[in-house]
């Protein structure tokens, strides 16, 4: 069974008791640009979002929910904006493309059987 929590703000985040903090090691820095610390301001940012009676809906604000759990989508094109005032759209760009090419994720061929299932699946 698959368990899903909901979080409406602000009284889920204080019931919590989340803190926010950044730590002081472990940063990711990708064309001079601190990548964890920029990351966390987003995070706060979407901390301070849902203090307000705001809602974020999964369809819209995927990132911002995930940012809650310390998760950073990287996920070409079609984002919410308010991640790129943090970090540039074209940093986000420039980032997935150094991480596909860095863990040869381009090189992964899909299974042929797996794609053939697929195509009699779709067709029926």
Request: aromatic share 12%.
């Amino acid at each position: 069974m698959i368990w899903f929590r909901i979080i409406t703000a602000p009284d889920d985040i204080i019931k919590l008791g989340w803190i926010f903090c950044c730590p002081d090691n472990d940063h990711l820095i990708f064309q001079n640009i601190d990548i964890t610390k920029e990351f966390y301001e987003f995070h706060h940012y979407v901390k301070t979002i849902i203090d307000e009676p705001h809602l974020l809906t999964y369809e819209s604000h995927v990132q911002h929910v995930l940012a809650l759990s310390s998760t950073l989508l990287l996920k070409p094109s079609r984002t919410n904006s308010d991640p790129h005032h943090f970090i540039g759209r074209e940093i986000y760009k420039d980032l997935i493309e150094y991480l596909l090419e860095e863990y040869g994720i381009r090189l992964c061929k899909f299974d042929q059987d797996i794609w053939l299932d697929a195509e009699k699946i779709v067709k029926v």
